[in-house]
């Protein structure tokens, strides 16, 4: 059994990944500051071997969550570059790429082992051969959010050659998908989601539950370019003309992707 720290554990990946750590026996300690809200951890406060501690890891230290840690995976972030955008540079480069410094250097003093980066393909922006990339493939970053992946993973590969701490950066596709905390802003899950015809009712394997007053409102498919679709797109992203939908919310009522602190972001 492993001891693992997951940070940004709240998230769409990280609520997965909690529950799956578990199944497996290990000991996970999720620390989150909760933007998009904690109830993709709500099944897990009853599991023995599931610890949650409430922190921003880009000002917060974790030294007090690593006593006996084997393994970090450290998926906090501004995640994608309509985010990256909103917040602006300074505070992008300090949640993604200072916040990565802080937890690595947290994870050495503790004996960690192991030290997952949750990185990004993002990195490698367009290829200029037009051909797929490989592990080896020249970054090419299109976006802010790719360069505050960049210099965290450049930091990692350099500070890593004479830690005991061994970094690890998987550089991940767009995932898709369902999680405890789907996020809907992602390409897959914003087309399968407009494929679905809501009449009156709402596929009950999307895990949502449907008002009534969404029901009376619903009617017609949802294409991926229309605007009640564009409307579960991210805080970053720029709402449709004529759109309805409360911030933070899908036209259905149920919370997407607006990190709350996000929006109410202030450098
Ligand atoms: N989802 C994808 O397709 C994808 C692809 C490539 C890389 N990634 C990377 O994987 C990681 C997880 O992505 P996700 O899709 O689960 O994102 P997500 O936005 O659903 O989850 C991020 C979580 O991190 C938390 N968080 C952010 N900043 C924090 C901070 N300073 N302190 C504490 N908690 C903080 C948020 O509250 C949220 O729960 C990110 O690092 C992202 O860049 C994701």
């Known amino acids: 059994m492993a001891k693992v720290l997951i940070t940004g554990g709240a998230g769409y990946i990280g609520s997965l990944l909690t529950g799956a750590l578990l199944a497996s026996g290990h000991e996970v300690t999720v620390v989150d500051s909760l933007m998009f809200g904690g109830e993709s951890l709500l099944p897990y406060f009853s599991h023995p071997n599931f610890r949650f501690h409430k922190a921003d890891v880009s000002v917060e230290a974790l030294d007090d969550h690593l006593a006996g840690v084997n393994t970090v995976f450290h998926l906090a972030a501004i995640v994608g570059f309509p985010a990256c955008q909103q917040v602006g540079e300074a505070v992008a480069f300090r949640y993604n790429t200072e916040a990565t410094q802080r937890a690595f250097e947290a994870s050495e003093r503790a004996g960690v082992g192991r030290f997952i980066f949750a990185s990004t393909y993002s990195n490698y922006g367009i290829s200029p051969d037009g051909e797929p990339v490989t592990e080896e493939s020249p970054l ?75 029901c009376r409102n619903a009617g017609g498919p949802i294409g991926a370019g229309s605007p009640r679709a564009l409307s579960l797109a991210p805080s970053g992203a720029p709402r449709p003309r004529g759109s309805t939908s409360a911030p933070g919310r899908s036209h259905m009522g149920h919370r997407v992707g607006t990190a709350r602190g996000v929006r109410a972001w202030t450098p």
């Not at 005991?164 to 899950?189: K, M, Q």
């Open 140 to 214: 090419h970053p299109q976006s802010l959010y790719a360069r505050t992946k960049i210099a965290a993973e450049e930091w990692l590969l350099e500070r890593g050659r004479t830690s005991r701490c061994a970094p690890v950066l998987p550089r991940f596709a767009t995932l898709f998908g369902i999680s405890p905390r789907t996020r809907f802003d992602l390409i897959v899950n914003q087309f399968t989601l407009g494929s679905f015809r809501i009449e009156c009712g709402y596929p009950q394997d999307m895990g949502v539950t449907t008002s009534s007053r969404s």
